[in-house]
């Protein structure tokens, strides 16, 4: 069974602190994504990764850094939080081009708040 | 450029009653097309996907939804709702993009949601 975890269900932070989001999954995907989800607006990409060492900036990437040092995992960096940034974020995972359908596995996410 | 439109927000049934949730899209290529459910508390779930074979898809808990190009459409139905289907829907187009890599993969475009009301 397929499976996408992410390090916490529910974190609160600062204004101002340094925030890492893990995630990990098992099903050895090359793609790996960070979403917010916020009410009203659906999920929009803030990062994505196609190998170890590659990124990408998805739509909303101001604010956020991303790592990816090993293949099943992608870490989410928030430089400096910010109360806008309180967000539900969600990680997901893909097979690599050649899989002809591109469907993402999603993790349960993390429900940030900073205050 | 790819996007897609739920039509309602919300939609509120009866338990045993049929249950339609609209999606419009547009893509400049051909499309896959998902439908992902979010119950309370948990990540998004596949539901079904159209990848350019039969225009009818069928997916997991009874739900089938139809491509149709001419109306750039994709609606999401159920005969008969139950408690259970409760959640978020969301209506998602995926184009392949290019990237530096040299390689493609499939940028996934989301609706906004639409959420599921099952009454008793």
């Known amino acids: 069974d397929v499976k996408v975890t992410q390090s916490s269900r529910y974190l609160v932070k600062r204004t101002g602190e340094k925030v890492f989001l893990e995630c990990v999954q098992d099903?050895?995907?090359?793609?790996m994504f960070w979403y917010r989800q916020d009410p009203g607006l659906g999920l929009r990409l803030i990062y994505f990764s196609y190998d170890v060492k590659m990124k990408e900036k998805g739509d909303i990437p101001e604010g956020y850094s991303v790592s990816r040092e090993k293949k099943e995992r992608f870490s989410l960096i928030l430089e400096s939080a910010s109360t806008n940034q309180t967000s539900m974020y969600l990680c997901?995972?893909?097979?690599?081009?050649?899989?002809?359908?591109?469907?993402?596995?999603f993790g349960p996410g993390t429900r940030l708040t900073v205050t | 450029a790819q996007s897609v439109t739920q039509l309602d927000s919300h939609v509120s049934v009866s338990e045993g009653t049929p249950v339609l949730l609209r999606c419009n899209y547009s893509s400049s290529y051909s499309p896959s097309l998902f439908w992902y459910v979010q119950h309370p508390n948990k990540g998004l779930q596949l539901l079904l996907k159209y990848t350019s074979a039969a225009t009818l898809v069928k997916g997991i808990n009874g739900f089938e939804a139809e491509f149709k190009k001419s109306e750039t459409s994709f609606h999401l139905t159920k005969p008969s709702a139950h408690m259970s289907d409760a959640a978020e829907y969301f209506c998602v187009v995926s184009d392949r993009t290019a990237h530096a890599g040299g390689t493609s993969y499939g940028k996934l475009t989301f609706g906004q949601g639409t959420i599921l009301t099952v009454h008793p």
């Open positions: 099903m050895d995907h090359e793609n």
């Open positions: 997901a995972s893909s097979l690599l081009a050649g899989a002809l359908y591109y469907e993402q596995y």
